[in-house]
């Protein structure tokens, strides 16, 4: 449900990421040598524009997550019987003076897991960023 509502974000990145690479020296030249508009856009364009697409999505991956978890602790997300992290949260709340791990696990894994996929999402970013590329 949270993705539906973030998609305009995703939408706009791609779009002014297009338009970036449209007006790039090396597709005028494409045109110049008599390159067509699909051609162009398949080797030139596409490729140099969803470097950073594909980065955010990944980083986008973990903000989900970690939304997801806290509007299911918070008691907003998912309800039982479904599994999450948020509901593990929430009902080991008021064990928290006796049995501690019970709050403490979840929140691990949920904050490595946000951790991996932000850190990933940068990897790849800048494995595809045509810019950085020498």
Do not use: C
Not at 16 to 25: A, H, K, P, T
Not at 80 to 92: K, M, N, R, T, V
Request: proline share 7%; hydrophobic share 55%.
């Amino acid at each position: 449900m949270l993705i539906i509502f973030m998609w305009p974000t995703m939408t706009r990145l791609m779009r002014g990421s297009v338009i970036s690479v449209v007006n790039s020296e090396f597709v005028l030249a494409a045109r110049a040598l008599g390159a067509g508009p699909i051609t162009i856009m398949r080797r030139h364009i596409l490729p140099n524009s969803l470097g950073p697409v594909i980065g955010y999505a990944t980083v986008f991956t973990g903000i989900i997550i970690g939304a997801e978890a806290t509007l299911t602790f918070l008691g907003v997300g998912l309800q039982l019987p479904a599994i999450s992290w948020g509901l593990q949260l929430s009902d080991a709340q008021p064990f928290l003076q006796t049995v501690p791990h019970l709050l403490l696990f979840p929140v691990i894994f949920v904050g490595l897991t946000v951790f991996a996929f932000m850190t990933m999402g940068d990897a790849i970013r800048d494995a595809l960023d045509p810019k950085s590329k020498k």
